[in-house]
């Protein structure tokens, strides 16, 4: 138990707002299973106030943010702004629903942030409706870094449709001048993808993949191995 969970964490956000000079080369910041809730408004102070402005990666999994959305909504739009070379972000386990996607979609249409290859939110309670807010922001442009190549884990949201995740793996690929090529090129160099929880999902996709190698072989002769 936790009787004050906020309390490490303001005392770290003081240190994080000056770790331009006391940590400067801090990149990666694990603060899963610490029962933050609404605290983590301080780390969202701390990322406008100039600090951890080389975090790669941070990780806030299992800390109850989604007891209160707009403290969520803000500190994942104050990291997208601030922390220009954020990479990677876990917000698994967390509570979040549909009006924290909506945040979250309209922070990545705000912030556009260029680095951000991995938005995590597996095991929340997101439904069709946040998952198609978030693929239309990144079908539209929005975190252009955003690589389903490198990790895209969409397990464990029960109320989330077969339909809704499959449009949002489609929205990745879209924009580009060849979108079926810029697929293939992408599953060449997939390593990891997780569709746990998902039931019809995998055999779904699984058949997708075959018709994008199906239709650019046909197209530019290219060589895939599947």
Same mark, same amino acid.
């Given at each position: 138990?936790?009787?004050? $969970?906020? #309390?490490?964490? +303001?005392?770290?956000?003081?240190?994080?707002?000056?770790? #331009?000079? %006391?940590?400067?080369?801090?990149?990666?910041?694990?603060?899963?299973?610490?029962?933050?809730?609404? +605290?983590?408004?301080?780390?969202?102070?701390?990322?406008?106030?100039?600090? =951890?402005? *080389?975090?790669? =990666?941070?990780?806030?999994?299992?800390?109850?943010?989604?007891?209160?959305?707009?403290?969520?909504?803000?500190?994942?739009?104050? %990291?997208?702004? !601030?922390?220009?070379?954020?990479?990677?972000?876990?917000?698994?386990? &967390?509570?979040?629903?549909?009006?924290?996607?909506?945040?979250?979609?309209?922070?990545?249409?705000?912030? &556009?942030?260029?680095?951000?290859?991995?938005?995590?939110? $597996?095991?929340?309670?997101?439904?069709? %409706?946040?998952?198609?807010?978030?693929? @239309?922001?990144?079908?539209?442009?929005?975190?252009?870094?955003?690589?389903?190549?490198?990790?895209?884990?969409?397990?464990?949201?029960? @109320?989330?449709?077969?339909?809704?995740?499959? *449009?949002?793996?489609?929205?990745?690929?879209?924009?580009?001048? &060849?979108?079926?090529? @810029?697929?293939?090129?992408?599953?060449?160099?997939?390593?990891?993808?997780?569709?746990?929880?998902?039931?019809?999902?995998?055999?779904?996709?699984?058949?997708?993949? =075959?018709?994008?190698? !199906?239709?650019? @072989?046909?197209?530019?002769?290219?060589? =895939? !191995?599947?």
């Amino acid at each position: 138990p936790h009787p004050h $969970p906020g #309390a490490g964490l +303001s005392h770290l956000a003081a240190v994080l707002r000056e770790s #331009a000079t %006391v940590l400067p080369n801090l990149q990666w910041l694990h603060l899963s299973r610490n029962s933050l809730g609404n +605290s983590v408004s301080c780390l969202a102070d701390a990322a406008r106030a100039g600090g =951890m402005q *080389k975090l790669r =990666m941070l990780d806030l999994r299992q800390n109850d943010l989604g007891e209160d959305t707009e403290a969520a909504i803000d500190l994942v739009t104050a %990291v997208l702004t !601030h922390l220009t070379n954020l990479e990677r972000l876990w917000l698994d386990a &967390n509570g979040l629903t549909d009006a924290f996607a909506l945040g979250a979609a309209a922070a990545l249409a705000s912030c &556009n942030p260029l680095r951000l290859q991995v938005l995590d939110l $597996p095991e929340n309670a997101i439904s069709e %409706v946040g998952i198609e807010a978030l693929a @239309k922001q990144i079908a539209q442009g929005s975190a252009p870094g955003l690589d389903w190549t490198q990790g895209l884990n969409l397990e464990g949201n029960p @109320k989330a449709s077969d339909r809704a995740v499959l *449009k949002l793996l489609s929205s990745i690929q879209v924009g580009y001048a &060849n979108p079926t090529a @810029k697929y293939l090129q992408g599953q060449e160099r997939l390593d990891y993808t997780d569709l746990g929880w998902n039931d019809e999902i995998v055999q779904q996709w699984s058949a997708a993949v =075959m018709r994008a190698s !199906h239709d650019v @072989k046909a197209s530019t002769s290219a060589l =895939m !191995h599947l």
